[in-house]
C-alpha cells in the first residue's frame, strides 16, 4: 500500500469506529484528538482494526505515533508497503 | 480451546462478547439460565409481556451526541442509535413531604425547580455541577472520597441533600447510607445531566440487538450451562467444569457472575480476597391497567418517593421498606404510539433474609400482602391506579437469586468494587456489576472495558 492508499484505509476505519465524525475535512498534520471525539478506546479501536483488517501488530508503546493523520501514515508505511491494496 | 469463556449472558457478558468476537476472538458465553439477561430480562405470562430490570436507560443524550457512555458503547459495539430505538422520557419527579421536584433531560428544569423550591441553593447546586462534572470516570482516584461528606460541604440544605441522593441510590448505589465520590458523579451525571429513555419494546430488544450481534459475529452462547468450577493450577484457570460434567478450555476466563460468587467458583482453595456481598435488594410490584397512566393523571416516567425528610438507605429491616420506592410508568416515554396497555411499576428496598426463608405456601402469601403495601404506599405520591389493575405480577429477592445467581439478591452487587477487573489468578478477570459500573449502560460499558483491557491486547 502507499501512503495514500493507507490514508485511505485509516479513513474507512475511523468511519467505522466514529460513524457520527465529519471526516471530510480532516486536517492530516493536526492531532486527531483535536478535531475528532476520540477517546483511548477509539485508538485502540484503530489498532484492533488494522490488526483485523491486515493482521498488522502495533506495540502499545507505538499508539502515540497515531496521534495525527500524518504521523499514522508514516509510522504504517513500512509496515504496510507490501500488503495490496484490496 | 477458546480464546475467552465469558460467565453470564447479561448486558455486560454479552458486550464482551460481541467486542472479542467482533476481533475474531473464540468466545463462549456460559449461561446457567434458560434465558439471557440476568438482572435484565424479559418474560411472557398470561399472554403478557413483561420486563424485570430495566425501568429506563441512563445516560440518554440527544442522536449524534459524540461523547459520554451512551455514545461510547455504540461505537464500541458498532451499533446504530437506531439499533436500540430509545425514545426519552416525558419528565420524572422526587417527591419528599411537602416538596416536588420534577426534572427531564434538559438540566434546566431541575435547576429552575430547585430555584423555586430551595432558592438559597441556587448557586451551591451550581458548584455541586461543576464539581460532578469535573469527575473524570476513566480516572478512579476520587472513588473512594464519601459523596455524603462532599454534598454536606456543599449544600447545607439537609432535605435537598436528600432529594438528590434518592434517585441516585436507587438507581446505583451497591452501599448502604453513602455513595463514593465517583459513582455519585457517575450517577449524577447519567441521570441528571444526560436523562432516561426507553425503547418501545423494553430490554427485550436490547437484548435481542445483543445477542444478535453476538452470535452474527461468530460467538457461541450456551445456555443453560451453569459453572460448577473453574479449575485452577499454578495461579491459573485451566478449565472451566459445567454442572453438566463437561469441561471448556480457554486462554482466559471473564466472569459476570460477582466477585465472591467468582472467587466461589475457583478450586484453589481459600480465595485470596475475601469480600462480603451486597445487602440491597429489591421487591417490585407490576400491575398491568385498563388505561393509559395519563389519562389517571400521571405522566411521570419515573416518581421516586420518600415519605420523611430523611431518606434511609440500608438493608431493610421489614420484609419490604415501603417508607420510600420508585414508581415506573413505561407508558410515560416519547413513543411514535402508546404502548398497547398501562403499566405501573413499584420498587422497594427489600429483607433478602426474610424472603429466603419463606416456604412455598408462605412466599405466595406474603407476595400479595406485601403487594397491598408497597402499592398503598405509593398511591400516595401518584393517582391511585386500583380499581384499573388487569393483572399483577411481583419479584422479590428471591427471584433476583434465581435470576442473577448473586448472593443476598443483591441488586447492585458488592459495596467494594474491583475497578481493574483483576483476581488472584492471572487469566481471570471480572466484569459487571462487582466491577464497577451498575445500570444497563454501566453494565455495557464495564463488558467493554474489561474485554479492552484485559483480553484483545495478546
Known sequence: MTADDIRVEILDILEVIAPDEDLSNIDDAVNFRDQLELDSMDFLDIVMELRKRHRIQIPEDDYVQLASMNSTVTFLEPLMKDIVKA | ?458
Not at chain 2, 455541586?128 to 455524603?148: F, N, W
Not at chain 2, 435488594?281 to 415519605?307: M, W, Y
Not at chain 2, 412466599?363 to 397491598?372: F, G, P, V
Not at chain 2, 449502560?441 to 467493554?448: A, E
Request: glycine share 8%.
Open chain 2, 1 to 458: 480451546m477458546y480464546d475467552t469463556i465469558i460467565i453470564g449472558a447479561g448486558m455486560s457478558g454479552l458486550a464482551a462478547g460481541i467486542r472479542l468476537a467482533y476481533f475474531d476472538q473464540r468466545v463462549c458465553i456460559l449461561e446457567r439460565h434458560y434465558t439471557i439477561g440476568g438482572l435484565n430480562s424479559f418474560y411472557r405470562m398470561r399472554g403478557r409481556d413483561y420486563d424485570v430490570g430495566l425501568h429506563a436507560l441512563t445516560n440518554i443524550t440527544p442522536k449524534g451526541t459524540k461523547k459520554g457512555p451512551l455514545a461510547r458503547l455504540l461505537k464500541q459495539l458498532r451499533l446504530s442509535r437506531d439499533d436500540l430505538n430509545i425514545s426519552a422520557q416525558l419528565g420524572s419527579d422526587i417527591v419528599f413531604p411537602g416538596v416536588r421536584l420534577r426534572f427531564d433531560n434538559d438540566l434546566d428544569l431541575l435547576r429552575a425547580e430547585i430555584a423555586r423550591e430551595f432558592p438559597a441553593q441556587q448557586e451551591n447546586f451550581e458548584k455541586l455541577i461543576a464539581s460532578v462534572v469535573e469527575y473524570d470516570d476513566l480516572d478512579e482516584t476520587h472513588q473512594a472520597i464519601s459523596a455524603r461528606q462532599r454534598l454536606a460541604e456543599m449544600i447545607p440544605e439537609p432535605m435537598l441533600v436528600e432529594m438528590l441522593f434518592c434517585p441516585l441510590m436507587f438507581y446505583g448505589s451497591a452501599r448502604e447510607h453513602d455513595m463514593d465520590w465517583g459513582q455519585f458523579s457517575i450517577m449524577f451525571r447519567s441521570i441528571f445531566m444526560e436523562g432516561l429513555g426507553r425503547p418501545y419494546a423494553g430490554v427485550r430488544l436490547i437484548l435481542k440487538q445483543l445477542v444478535r450481534k453476538f452470535r452474527g459475529l461468530g460467538g457461541e452462547l450456551k445456555l443453560r450451562s451453569g459453572v460448577d468450577r473453574l479449575a485452577v493450577e499454578d495461579g491459573r484457570v485451566v478449565g472451566v467444569v459445567l454442572e453438566n460434567g463437561e469441561v471448556l478450555e480457554g486462554r482466559r476466563v471473564l466472569s459476570s457472575a460477582g466477585w465472591p460468587e467468582t472467587m466461589r467458583m475457583c478450586d484453589d482453595g481459600d480465595p485470596v480476597t475475601t469480600r462480603s456481598a451486597g445487602r440491597l435488594s429489591f421487591c417490585e410490584t407490576i400491575a398491568t391497567l385498563d388505561v393509559q397512566p395519563k389519562d389517571l393523571g400521571h405522566d411521570r416516567a419515573i416518581t421516586f418517593f420518600n415519605d420523611s425528610e430523611e431518606f434511609t438507605w440500608e438493608k431493610s429491616a421489614d420484609p419490604c421498606d415501603v417508607r420510600s420506592g420508585v414508581i415506573c410508568s413505561p407508558n410515560n416515554f416519547a413513543y411514535d404510539e402508546p404502548l398497547a396497555e398501562g403499566t405501573m411499576r413499584i420498587t422497594s428496598l427489600a429483607n433478602f433474609d426474610y424472603w429466603q426463608g419463606l416456604d412455598e405456601q408462605q412466599y405466595q402469601l406474603e407476595k400479595l400482602r406485601w403487594y397491598d403495601r408497597i402499592t398503598e404506599s405509593a398511591v400516595r405520591f401518584v393517582p391511585d391506579y386500583r380499581s384499573r389493575v388487569l393483572d399483577t405480577d411481583m419479584f422479590t429477592p428471591t427471584t433476583v437469586v434465581r435470576f442473577t445467581g448473586h448472593d443476598n439478591g443483591a441488586i447492585y452487587g458488592t459495596p467494594e468494587k474491583q475497578f481493574d477487573g483483576r483476581t488472584h489468578l492471572e487469566n481471570l478477570f471480572v466484569c459487571g456489576t462487582d466491577q464497577g459500573f451498575v445500570g444497563i449502560i454501566g453494565s455495557i460499558v464495564s463488558g467493554i472495558s474489561m474485554a479492552n483491557q484485559h483480553c484483545l491486547r495478546d
